[in-house]
T-cell receptor, first 114, second 112 residues
Framework: GQQVMQIPQYQHVQEGEDFTTYCNSS?????IQWYKQRPGGHPVFLIQLVKSGEVKKQKRLTFQFGEAKKNSSLHITATQTTDVGTYFCAGSDAGGTSYGKLTFGQGTILTVHP | ETGVTQSPTHLIKTRGQQVTLRCSSQ?????VSWYQQALGQGPQFIFQ???????GRGNFPPRFSGLQFPNYSSELNVNALELDDSALYLC???????????FGQGTRLTVV
């Protein structure tokens, strides 16, 4: 079945440093979504990428979808303590029969030291 | 807040028992998906309901079952609970089957 891998598993940064997490799927995706989960909380939708090579920005966050629609990245510029949490990518399988089924990566836990 | 509400927020059950978890979807959303999130892991897809019909299932045994009601709220039922069923159970609603998922706060199930 479809697998989504995310690296790194953990990332510790000093406030002000940049952060990047990478996501790779074993199959071509119809779209990829990114979520943030604070400790003790639930996943909160950040963005959805649909087109091959798509790049979207949200303030200090930049999201990219690979040309082959099998990988994606999230980059945060100048991290702040409010960025702390676990960042998940989640993909929908382009060839799948479960419309809307999301396969999540294992997440990257971001810690920001003030 | 997403408008998706789940109940209860926490639950402790004994191995072998049965449990029902409930979810009220966001207004206007006709698709509800259920996920299991073990500690330190990403959410795993259990199944999805669209207009009261199961619309896809993940790799979970038949003792995991569900329902969706005419008002699009949903239930997740788990029979014969096992210790490994201890997890955060998340409900997510969507206006269609392939757009962003709006998650509820989850039900933390502990099986002892």
């Amino acid at each position: 079945g479809q697998q989504v891998m995310q690296i790194p598993q953990y990332q510790h940064v000093q406030e002000g440093e940049d952060f990047t997490t990478y996501c790779n799927s074993s199959t071509t995706l119809s779209n990829i979504q990114w979520y943030k989960q604070r400790p003790g909380g639930h996943p909160v939708f950040l963005i959805q990428l649909v087109k091959s090579g798509e790049v979207k920005k949200q303030k200090r966050l930049t999201f990219q979808f690979g040309e082959a629609k099998k990988n994606s990245s999230l980059h945060i510029t100048a991290t702040q303590t409010t960025d702390v949490g676990t960042y998940f990518c989640a993909g929908s399988d382009a060839g799948g029969t479960s419309y809307g089924k999301l396969t999540f990566g294992q997440g990257t836990i971001l810690t920001v030291h003030p | 807040e997403t408008g998706v509400t789940q109940s209860p927020t926490h639950l402790i059950k004994t191995r072998g028992q049965q449990v029902t978890l409930r979810c009220s979807s966001q207004s206007g959303h006709n698709t509800v998906s259920w996920y299991q999130q073990a500690l330190g892991q990403g959410p795993q897809f259990i199944f999805q309901y669209y207009r009261e019909e199961e619309n896809g299932r993940g790799n979970f045994p038949p003792r995991f079952s569900g329902l969706q009601f005419p008002n699009y709220s949903s239930e997740l039922n788990v029979n014969a609970l096992e210790l490994d069923d201890s997890a955060l159970y998340l409900c997510a609603s969507s206006p269609t089957g392939n757009t962003e998922a709006f998650f509820g706060q989850g039900t933390r199930l502990t099986v002892v």
